[in-house]
C-alpha cells in the first residue's frame, strides 16, 4: 500500500502464488466508504454513484458540496471486476459490520450503482491461479478535479509500468526524508 508522491492515488498491490498441488481460485474484495466531505451522515445522500466499465472504476461525486461538487473520487481495479457494488448495505448486510461483511458469505454482489443507496465501493476480482502460478492484482483510490482528469488518473495508473515508477518514487522520497532526519540525529549526538 503506497500514495503516489505525484498525483492523489493509492495504490493497494496484493501479489499471490499458488504454492498448492491443484487450480485454486481466490476472490479478492476491496472496499471503501465515500464521506466526500466532512460527516458521512451528512453527504451519504448527496453522493452520486456511477460505474464506468472501461475503467473498471467506481465513481463517485458529491454535487452538493459547494467547494468540491465536481471533483470526482474513484476506486478502480487493475482488471475487469466479476462483481461490485455501490450500496453499503447490499455488502454489509443490514445488521452487518466491517468485521463479518454480508456479502462474503454470499457468492457474488449486486451490482447495484443507483442513487439514493448507502454510498460505497466494493468490487471484487477473480484469481484463477494453476500450481506454481502468480498474479498480482491492484486497486486504485483517489479522487481528481472533475470526471475527465479521475478517468485519466485511473488510466494512468491502470498501466503497470506507472504503478512500478510510482512505487520506485515513493520509496526514493522516504529513503530522502529518513535520510535526513538520521544524518541531523547523528550530527546533533556529536
Not at 474484495?29 to 453527504?43: F, I, S
Request: proline share 4%; charged share 20%.
Amino acid at each position: 500500500v503506497f500514495v503516489a508522491p505525484d498525483a492523489p492515488v493509492k495504490v493497494v498491490q496484493l501479489r499471490l502464488e499458488n504454492s498448492g498441488l491443484r487450480q485454486r481460485r481466490f476472490t479478492v474484495t476491496y472496499y471503501a466508504e465515500w464521506v466526500l466531505g466532512v460527516d458521512r451522515a451528512d453527504t451519504q445522500s448527496h453522493i452520486i454513484s456511477e460505474y464506468a466499465e472501461e475503467d473498471h472504476a467506481l465513481l463517485a461525486r458529491n454535487g452538493y458540496s459547494a467547494e468540491f461538487g465536481q471533483r470526482v473520487a474513484f476506486v478502480a481495479a487493475s482488471k475487469q471486476p466479476h462483481g461490485l457494488s455501490a450500496d453499503r448495505t447490499d455488502f454489509l448486510g443490514r445488521l452487518g459490520s466491517l468485521i463479518h461483511p454480508a456479502a462474503l458469505k454470499r457468492v457474488g454482489l449486486n451490482s447495484r450503482v443507483e442513487a439514493g443507496a448507502d454510498p460505497c465501493a466494493v468490487l471484487q476480482l477473480h484469481m484463477d491461479l494453476a500450481p506454481g502460478a502468480q498474479e498480482e492484482v491492484y486497486f486504485l483510490i483517489g479522487q481528481d478535479a472533475d470526471r475527465q482528469a479521475a478517468q485519466a488518473l485511473i488510466q494512468r495508473f491502470q498501466n503497470p509500468h506507472a504503478v512500478e515508477a510510482a512505487w520506485l518514487a515513493t520509496q526514493a522520497l522516504w529513503a530522502q526524508l529518513t535520510s535526513a532526519v538520521a544524518s541531523k540525529d547523528i550530527g546533533d549526538a556529536m
